[in-house]
């Protein structure tokens, strides 16, 4: 089949490139630098299917665009879909598909990563020792165990992020809608969210961003946690309402924050903008925090996630030419 591959980095090409060449019947690749968007979709042509990453606009526009020239299949190459108007891909016939399982270790360890990293200043102790200053002054941190940590949603990043901090003899509480019994068995303890917000000491959030989920941190849900109490996001920018968060950190009822995704990240996130000017002032004030340490969306970034991810998006693709509908990862 041939796929219109964007927002492609020289990684992506060579994981996919390589995926590829082990099929019995490789697929033919195109790969484009450029994001999808209503301006990009055309490079679509003679395509039967596009493969997108996480800041692609796949709105109903582009998915017009798309299925006029020809595109049934949208093959995301994340495990995120907030990103696809899906109504209006159902409405137009075209399938969307995306990699559910690819290494939920790889973004559970980087949200440990961040806390760890948060909790004993790691970030700043890095540049004190360059400048050969030793001083301990501001790098007070805090022992783990028996911490509260809360996981919102304990799917399959969650469950293994809460399954490392058990391991550090964290307590453990969650939130999720459809509460995982084996964490259940392995000693956390499933609650309300208004339970939740003034017990944690740490929020680590794992919950997929939709219209339930979106702003889930606000100033009412800041208002009821504890004060310093710390917010790691790996799962999508939209969970957290930025601008309460900053006041919260300007008040210090937030005590840090860990991000590796933001709101209106798909200006920034991906791409080297170190020549230019930074717009977006929200995020400028969020750097200017000591307690802030933001990663750009790099959790997934790992040999052995981008391997799977490479498979699984190609092996839907396959799955799709050969009608095996059952055996792909289809979210519509
Ligand atoms: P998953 O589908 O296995 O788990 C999601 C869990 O969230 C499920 O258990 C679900 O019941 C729960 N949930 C749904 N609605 C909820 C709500 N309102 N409140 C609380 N929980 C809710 O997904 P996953 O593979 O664990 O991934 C989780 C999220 O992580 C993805 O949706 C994606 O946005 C994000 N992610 C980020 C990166 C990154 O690089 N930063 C990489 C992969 C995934």
């Keep these: 089949m041939k796929v219109a591959v964007f927002s492609t980095k020289p990684y992506d090409r060579e994981f996919l490139t390589q995926a590829n060449a082990l099929l019995a019947q490789p697929h033919e690749l195109v790969f484009h630098e450029t994001q999808l968007n209503t301006h ?5 042509q003679g395509c039967q299917a596009v493969c997108c990453f996480v800041n692609d606009h796949v709105d109903a526009d582009v998915l017009q665009q798309l299925a006029a020239q020809g595109v049934t299949l949208v093959a995301l190459r ?5 990103q696809v108007d899906l109504a209006a891909a159902k409405n137009l016939g075209i399938t969307v598909a995306r990699v559910a399982d690819y290494s939920p270790h790889a973004v559970a360890e980087h949200a440990l990563g961040l806390m760890l990293m948060l909790n004993r200043h790691l970030h ?8 050969n200053d030793y001083s301990l002054n501001g790098l007070l941190g805090f022992d783990m165990v028996n911490k509260v940590v809360a996981v919102i949603g304990t799917g399959k990043i969650g469950e293994v992020f809460a399954r490392i901090a058990l391991g550090l003899g964290c307590k453990l509480i969650a939130y999720d809608p459809q509460p995982n019994q084996a964490l259940v068995e392995a000693g956390v303890t499933y609650v309300p969210l208004e339970q939740l917000w003034p017990q944690a000491d740490v929020i680590s959030l794992h919950c997929p961003l939709n219209s339930s989920t979106h702003h889930l941190i606000n100033s009412e849900s800041i208002a009821r946690m504890k004060e310093g109490v710390m917010i790691i996001n790996t799962g999508r920018g939209g969970l957290i309402d930025t601008r309460a968060v900053i006041s919260g950190l300007k008040s210090k009822k937030i005590g840090h924050l860990g991000l590796d995704v933001y709101e209106e990240e798909g200006d920034l996130f991906f791409e080297d903008n170190s020549n230019q000017l930074l717009q977006d002032d929200v995020f400028a004030r969020l750097l200017t925090f000591p307690n802030v340490v933001v990663t750009g969306h790099q959790a ?11 498979r699984v ?4 693709i396959t799955h799709f030419e050969h009608n095996e509908r059952d055996k792909m990862c289809t979210v519509n």
């Design 124 to 131: 700043r102790a890095y540049h004190r020792v360059r400048e």
């Design 78 to 82: 994340c495990a995120g879909f907030n």
């Design 313 to 316: 998006t190609l092996a839907n």
């Design 300 to 310: 997934f970034f790992t040999r052995e996630a981008l391997t799977a991810i490479a």
């Design 40 to 44: 990009s979709a055309l490079l679509a």
